[in-house]
């Protein structure tokens, strides 16, 4: 009895470890989108100045 649940625990351990990779591995590429749509945003906010300006100029 006491090696089955034994044999259990160390299977949900492993999924357990399998689950948090997996989670950490996401987090990881949530922050590079969160990182590349900043930087979209940033160059969004430059051409939207420079085209004022070329408005301005004409």
């Known amino acids: 009895m006491t090696d ?6 160390k299977k949900i351990e492993k ?5 948090m990779t997996e ?3 996401i987090s990881n590429k949530i922050k590079v ?4 749509l900043f930087e979209i945003i ?3 906010s430059i ?5 004022k300006e070329l408005k301005a100029k004409c």
């Open 42 to 44: 940033d160059n969004i």
């Open 47 to 51: 051409l939207d100045k420079q085209i």
């Open 23 to 25: 989670n950490f591995e």
């Open 15 to 19: 999924t357990n470890l399998q689950l």
């Open 4 to 9: 089955k649940i034994e044999a259990r625990l």
């Open 33 to 36: 989108i969160g990182k590349s």
